[in-house]
């Protein structure tokens, strides 16, 4: 039992805030229950507060570390009522066990706000914890030392058996009692520690009583006293376990990846060749098997004799051309005097592929035999091996040598990466205190009367700078924060140097420890502040004076590598504010077919060597490279957690270029084709199959390279998690309790992404630079015509759905069909009289309208409409401005033309802004007297109304109102009406723009007619 119950977890319940009171007095009495695992523990009550402080730790044994992740840790808040009445609910959390940290590293204190039980429940506060666990060693079992000694008692001593039996049965009940009565007051550790002193005392006792440490313990006593009661734990115990399987089963936890259900199953022959067995091996000489099946030849590796290989190829079984499998043990000598080698057979076994058994996994792996091998050879040689058919689902298809992936290459093989972990640095500058600048001295540096000095902060090739500020009567002040991206494993220094704008000669840096920031995860605490010595020259100025700063990482944030309209991971950066997931993601890459070449083979024929990444959160999916196909098969499972159904899974299709290491260099992958899936367009727990074209954009256009066929599923064990998961925010609370601005998270952004791309490019084998920033999309913020062309048609389509509303009332309200005015003047008499069914009637129209939209949904959640990008509106030169880099490498000519286009659209821009301004430079006129008749006109007319809206009743006014505007056409002016050639009527008084072909002259009006300020620009 110690073995199994190795592992503590410890919740230490510090405080609450702002709890909902519930005793009637304004106030509350709050306790918290912990449950974990069938265990239950309580806290103290805190009487008549709404923010109780208890600081109380909490133990719980975890039985099983292997599913402690599995597990849910639940609080539960309720105030406390006396006169035995019932306490009242406050709140509760739910932890799950993916988020509990070791003892040994940092515990912060995380306050989780307490959610509802129900709808109607009335819930507010947050509570704070600090959750961590400690794998405690087993203590060293003294069982061998007790049962070594008394044998012979028990051999010699069995009729004194039957009396302890009775005494221990006696005992036993009281001993339950006092268990029971433990497990009220202390934790469950206590209890286990006090059941193993009494054996311990008994084997120190006299000889009588070392008779009893013999008889194993009570437990296992009653047995053969109650085979009843036996049979009943046994059966317990077997229920409990099928109702766990089954539980795991409904929620969809077991690893799907194993059944490989939504690929299909591809046949591999595979031969494990272990080692061989040589009668009379020569001297300094080496062996090595050869495997052939038809035009198939592989060598293992060279082994000195009876040596193991331990190698496993898989042949793909499709593209076998033969129905027999020779293998071949070869001797390999070297000759030094021709500096050569000789290869003298040592005998072959020979397989029919029709007998080769098959083997579908969970069987266990395939024995290896001995075989003789027959030939010229010296016979008594055997080969250790193992034959069988079995599927990509074999756990030994990984490791093994690939036919149609070209072997053990490492560029080829099928990998799984993961992105650093990112966090957030936040360096505050405060102040700076005795600075050494120059005196002003001989042979020292001039000294300014009011030098102006900045901060500057590096961490690895991030770089930001502080203000500038002047140097006075006090001490230099800034109070700035500036937030770099951090990754795991960190950079070791961040170097904060204090630079004299005036010389441009640094005045002191210092380097801080990563290592030793500290970590939070709100804003509920304030990071320590610290002073750091400032070093100067080395040699001249030891001591340059010292610099105040606070540095702290940020957990409570999520760290934006991706574009915000893609992400697909929103969790916060600190483990312990995760949630559990709400689902679980299946993604089959089946296959690709149609593939353009891309890259000659031999110099005679294109060929293409394609393979497949998939991203989705931290977890990067490689597949293995397919050679020299056009119409690969894949069929790779994989998994993802998924923990917000807003998110976006990114797949895209690339040709190997790396594997091949070529006197010229390491080549670049080509890419294929992109693809995204939005998780929120998918139904739970239905599989998604389809094929769908990868279209890449190159400087020439469009250009489609071929299809992809994937298949999907989300499961989804728990709609009430799914719909929760819409109401609650996007992002972790930090974003919204301090946010960031949008300029500092682009800048952010593209930090973290050059960081993913350059530690994933690092990994062995490589994901390469071009791969990453193709997925992660990192030239988004590029100027290209195409996208603003795409944007501003995005923006129009959806002004017109008002255009077209604007249009339909126009018609109604100039008779274009009589009936349909009709009906409105109808309606907007039932408005004007029953107010109160307006509200109903526009949500039951928007729920008719929806619904019948239902029939007409799109089906297919996964499109590629190459229209909504503006490819075919743009022409060549506005492609190839969209691929060239920055700074510009074309020509001068090129850019000019680019840059005269680029005025043509500006100048349309600026037009409609001006008319925009223009409407609210009117309206500002009105109200600020600057046309002093328009202005006493509108407050004459304000009077006026304001006097009929006394008498006359409101709802005259908006049905008089509804049927002037709606009045027959006969009945109406052609003109414009008196409000509106009032409204234009008001002179652009406040500025007045006049152009005289290259001079443009301002005038700007202030409050005295006088005070006229011209600017002039040639």
Request: glycine share 6%; with cysteine.
């Amino acid at each position: 039992m110690a073995e199994i119950c190795s592992r503590k977890l410890t919740v230490e319940v510090c405080n609450a805030k702002n709890l909902m009171p519930k005793d009637g007095q304004g106030t509350a009495s709050a306790y918290v229950i912990v449950d974990y695992d069938g265990q239950r523990r309580r806290t103290k009550t805190i009487s008549r507060d709404l923010n109780p402080q208890w600081d109380e730790k909490l133990e719980f044994l975890v039985h099983d570390a292997v599913s402690m992740p599995e597990e849910t840790l639940e609080l539960n808040v309720y105030n406390d009522k006396k006169a035995g009445k019932r306490s009242t609910f406050l709140g509760k959390v739910k932890i799950s066990g993916s988020t509990f940290v070791k003892s040994g590293e940092d515990v912060p204190l995380v306050y989780y706000p307490l959610e509802k039980r129900s709808v109607f429940s009335q819930i507010k506060g947050e509570i704070g914890l600090k959750v961590w666990y400690v794998d405690e060693e087993p203590p060293p079992a003294p069982a061998p030392e007790k049962t070594d000694a008394p044998p012979p008692a028990v051999t010699e001593e069995k009729p004194p058996e039957k009396e302890e039996d009775k005494k221990e049965e006696k005992k036993e009940p009281d001993a339950k009692e006092e268990e029971k009565k433990e497990e009220e007051k202390k934790p469950t550790s206590e209890e286990a520690k006090k059941e193993d002193k009494p054996p311990e005392k008994a084997a120190e006792a006299p000889p009588p009583t070392s008779t009893e440490t013999v008889h194993p313990p009570i437990a296992q006593q009653k047995a053969p006293q109650n085979p009843e009661k036996s049979i009943i734990t046994d059966l317990a115990k077997n229920m409990e376990i099928e109702s766990k399987l089954f539980q795991k089963i409904s929620n969809g936890n077991l690893d799907r990846r194993i059944a490989f259900d939504l690929v299909d199953q591809m046949p591999f022959l595979f031969v494990r060749v272990v080692k061989t067995k040589i009668s009379n091996p020569e001297t300094e000489s080496s062996f090595f098997a050869k495997l052939v099946i038809g035009t198939h030849t592989i060598k293992t590796k060279s082994q000195p004799a009876n040596r193991e290989w331990d190698q496993v190829f898989a042949f793909d079984k499709e593209g076998l051309n033969s129905t027999s499998l020779e293998v071949s043990v070869v001797a390999q000598k070297k000759i030094p005097e021709k500096d050569a080698t000789e290869d003298t057979p040592a005998g072959t076994v020979s397989f029919d592929l029709q007998e080769v058994p098959k083997r579908v996994p969970p069987d266990s792996p395939l024995a290896p035999q001995w075989y003789s091998l027959e030939g010229d050879g010296s016979p008594g040689n055997d080969v250790m091996l193992s034959v069988w058919v079995g599927t990509q689902a074999d756990e030994a298809f990984q490791e093994a040598w690939q036919s149609d992936s070209g072997g053990l290459v490492p560029e080829t093989r099928a990998k799984v990466y993961l992105s650093p972990k990112l966090w957030y640095l936040r360096l505050t500058v405060i102040q700076t205190q005795d600075l050494q600048l120059g005196s002003g001295s001989a042979g020292s540096e001039p000294k300014v009367r009011s030098p102006e000095l900045y901060v500057k902060a590096q961490l690895g090739a991030q770089l930001f700078k502080t203000s500038r500020t002047s140097i006075g009567s006090s001490n230099p002040t800034w109070n700035e924060d500036l937030i770099f991206v951090a990754a795991e494993p960190f950079e070791p220094f961040l170097t904060i140097t204090v630079e004299d704008v005036t010389n441009g000669h640094p005045v002191g840096y210092t380097k801080v420890q990563v290592a030793t920031v500290d970590k939070r995860t709100d804003d509920k605490s304030e990071p320590r502040s610290r002073w750091f010595n400032l070093i100067g020259d080395e040699t001249n100025k030891p001591y340059a004076g010292r610099i105040h700063v606070r540095v702290c990482l940020e957990g409570g944030y999520h760290v934006l590598d991706e574009a915000a309209h893609v992400t697909s991971d929103v969790r916060a950066t600190a483990k312990q504010l995760s949630k559990p997931p709400i689902g679980l993601l299946e993604v089959g890459i089946r296959g690709a077919t149609n593939l353009l070449p891309v890259k000659t083979a031999d110099g005679t024929r294109g060929t293409t060597d394609a393979y497949v990444v998939a991203k989705y959160g931290p977890k990067w999916v490689r597949t293995r490279t397919i050679l020299d196909r056009f119409n690969p098969r894949w069929n790779e499972q994989y998994t993802w957690d998924v923990y917000d159904p807003c998110t976006v899974l990114t797949i895209g299709v690339f040709d190997n270029g790396r594997y091949k290491h070529d006197e010229a260099g390491l080549k670049k992958d080509v890419r294929l084709g992109k693809l995204r899936v939005r998780l929120s367009t998918l139904d739970t727990n239905r599989v998604y199959v389809g094929t769908y074209s990868l279209t890449v954009l190159l400087p020439g256009g469009a250009k489609k390279m071929g299809e992809i066929e994937i298949a999907l599923r989300f499961s989804c064990s728990s709609w009430i998690s799914l719909i929760q998961a819409y109401a609650n925010p996007m992002l972790p609370r930090m974003h919204y309790v301090k946010p960031m601005g949008p300029a500092q998270q682009d800048i952010l952004r593209h930090n973290a992404m050059r960081i993913v791309t350059t530690r994933l490019a690092r990994s062995e084998p490589a994901l390469g630079q071009e791969v990453v920033q193709f997925m992660l999309d990192s030239d988004m913020h590029m100027w290209s015509m195409r996208r603003s062309k795409a944007n501003w048609f995005r923006v129009v389509g959806y002004l017109s759905r008002a255009a077209t509303f604007v249009r339909w009332l126009d018609g109604i309200r100039t008779w274009v069909h009589p009936p349909t005015t009709v009906l409105v003047h109808i309606l907007l008499v039932a408005i004007v009289l029953c107010p109160h069914l307006v509200l109903p009637t526009i949500f039951m129209y928007a729920f008719l309208i929806i619904a019948l939209r239902f029939r007409y949904r799109q089906r297919v959640s996964i499109t590629m409409d190459t229209r909504l990008s503006y490819v075919d509106a743009v022409g060549p030169d506005e492609l190839d401005e969209e691929f060239d880099g920055f700074p510009t490498t074309r020509s001068v000519d090129q850019v000019r033309v680019r840059y005269d286009r680029l005025r043509a659209l500006a100048g349309r821009a600026q037009t409609l802004l001006g008319d925009l301004a223009a409407q609210g430079e009117r309206l500002e006129a009105l109200f600020n007297w600057r046309d002093p008749r328009a202005t006493g006109i509108f407050v004459v007319v304000c009077l006026f109304a304001s006097l009929m809206f006394y008498v006359v009743p409101f709802k005259a006014f908006v049905l008089g109102s509804g049927f002037y505007y709606l009045r027959h056409p006969r009945f109406r002016d052609d003109m414009p009406s008196v409000p509106m050639n009032f409204f234009r009527g008001c002179r652009l008084t406040f500025k007045v723009i006049l152009e005289d072909n290259h001079n443009y002259m301002t005038l700007i009006h202030r409050n005295t007619p006088e005070s006229i300020q011209f600017f002039l620009d040639d």
